[in-house]
């Protein structure tokens, strides 16, 4: 076993996720089998219950952990499936340490930071370790962090004990360049590392993320004063066009030959003609450019759809086009109408969400998108909008809503879940993970993913209501899937329109680059055929 520990220096959001993801991407080309974790210091159990405009979206795997989003782009980049193993917080550090004091696990011994916490740290490392050629770390925050302690001197441990020939720390760093001056700044790397080597780490690889090209000066400069050498301080600009490009611009750094030589690695050359292929028809795509609405409250963040614009560009990758995405605020829709806002793109996409602010909107947008025979795409929230737009203005159900916003509606033709019903905790309660799905035959759905069984990722707590399943199919709402075991509705399609399509699911969350979701895809394909008919 290999192990690979990407810690963060100088600020945040520098892109250490995006650069484990790259460099998992980059040894799976060498034919490696890759696992990327991610240990967050926060004192949460999970983001499951975070703002998203304090974290972004929360990405969840087949097993129902919510997890840090990061995780997606571990999952994007690479094929390996992860589990609730590879995402560990200090809240659930400090639960489990806590959980086994109280059952006396200890002994009675007074219970430390060092060994107890720092052992809880390591013992996840070595579970999420198997089975895999190269476990990739990726430590967030930014050291100096206080809360980031415990984890940066359990790796300082964990690699004595495997052995350090078994062990690579890489520091994505950043260079910032100060206009007055003219020039690129080392300096706040420099602190950065000599903080990181205070606690007892050497990094072997600095990574650093820049807007200017560095110099030969610079780079030698940075290994004289980090104890790096030459070669092993990389350059990582902001890329061009599509974070997509990162493996290969890493694999032009030759990142990928550093690894294998320090780890001590046999393995092939890397072929990197599938990643060409993918940025190939991001930069150049021969189909053209369709514009895609994508109706939200939280538009102006950049993370809190982040699963669903990343499937979006897989999509264009599938299609070979360019998917422009409209970013439209649902509350502007209730307030100008949705004609303003929606008139000449060629997709509508309404995504997942909870709460009431900006219902209306998304129901104004899916009726537009019903009436005007544009192509629709509902995930999760989205799918039951599109059930309660129906509801009301093809069924005459005046008022029909979901119980989540209106409790005491005549007609709940979306409600809570029966097992959902006396739950008061909030986090990790929803119908969380990956459940099978049973698609009809003849449906959109079916023409997409052409199998009649198929598994997808869950994260609600309010359902399609039954009690008025054959009144809303007798007015042209189909079913287009169940859940087999219980009969719940989980693809809901219109019959007279070219391209309507709910789903109670999360696809976004089995999008790869190479792989492209089918229901994405024939989204955009048939965004496609509207903006040339």
Aim: glycine content about 10%; aromatic content about 8%.
């Amino acid at each position: 076993m290999k192990y690979i520990f990407i810690t963060g220096g100088v600020v945040s959001s520098l892109g250490k996720g995006l650069t484990s993801g790259a460099l998992g991407a980059l040894l799976e080309t060498r034919q490696l089998t890759v696992k990327i974790q991610k240990f967050d210091p926060y004192l949460n159990v999970d983001p499951g219950t975070m703002s998203p405009f304090q974290h972004g979206e929360v990405y969840v795997l087949d097993d129902g952990a919510e997890t840090d989003l990061d995780l997606g782009h571990y999952e994007r980049f690479t094929h390996g499936k992860l589990s609730r193993f590879n995402n560990l917080t200090s809240g659930q550090v400090y639960e489990r340490v806590l959980q086994k004091e109280r059952r006396g696990d200890y002994l009675g011994k007074t219970v430390q930071v060092i060994p107890h916490v720092t052992n809880e740290i390591k013992d996840r490392l070595y579970a999420a370790g198997k089975e895999c050629d190269v476990l990739i770390t990726e430590i967030g925050g930014t050291v100096g962090d206080i809360e980031g302690l415990p984890f940066l001197e359990a790796l300082r441990q964990f690699s004595l004990e495997v052995g350090k020939q078994n062990v690579l720390f890489i520091h994505v760093t950043l260079l910032p360049y100060l206009k007055a001056a003219g020039e690129l700044k080392t300096k706040p790397s420099q602190q950065s590392v000599a903080k990181l080597r205070e606690i007892g780490i050497q990094p072997d690889i600095l990574v650093c993320r820049t807007e200017e090209p560095m110099t030969l000066d610079m780079r030698q400069k940075l290994s004289l004063f980090c104890n790096v050498e030459p070669a092993a301080v990389i350059e990582e600009m902001d890329v061009a066009h599509s974070i997509y490009e990162l493996p290969s611009m890493l694999a032009q750094e030759g990142v990928d030959k550093l690894v294998v030589e320090k780890l001590g690695i046999d393995c092939p050359e890397s072929d990197m003609s599938g990643w060409n292929n993918i940025v190939r028809r991001i930069i150049s795509p021969q189909g053209g450019e369709v514009k895609i609405a994508v109706v939200g409250k939280y538009i102006d963040l950049q993370d809190a759809y982040k699963s669903i614009y990343e499937s979006l560009a897989h999509a264009g990758v599938g299609n070979d086009c360019a998917v422009k995405v409209v970013r439209v605020d649902s509350e502007t829709i209730e307030k100008d109408g949705a004609q303003k806002y929606l008139s000449g793109v060629n997709g509508i996409l309404i995504p997942g969400g909870f709460g009431d602010r900006g219902i209306e909107g998304k129901i104004l947008a899916a009726k537009y998108a019903r009436e005007n025979k544009i192509p629709y795409f509902g995930i999760c929230l989205g799918m039951q909008i599109a059930v309660i737009e129906y509801a009301r203005d093809v069924l005459g159900l005046d008022g029909a809503n979901s119980t989540e916003f209106d409790e005491s509606t005549k007609y709940p033709v979306i409600t809570i879940m029966d097992e959902q019903k006396a739950i008061v905790d909030k986090g990790a309660t929803m119908r969380l993970g990956s459940y099978e799905c049973r698609v009809f035959e003849g449906s959109k759905a079916s023409a997409a993913y052409g199998t009649e069984t198929i598994r997808e990722r869950h994260r609600h707590r309010f359902e399609y209501n039954n009690e008025y399943r054959k009144r809303l199919i007798d007015a042209g709402l189909d079913v287009g899937g169940i859940n087999p075991k219980r009969d719940l509705v989980e693809i809901v399609e219109v019959r007279d329109h070219p391209w309507m399509v709910g789903v109670q699911f999360h696809p976004e969350f089995q999008s790869k680059p190479g792989k492209p979701h089918p229901l994405f895809c024939a989204f955009v394909e048939q965004a496609l055929k509207n903006r040339n008919k």
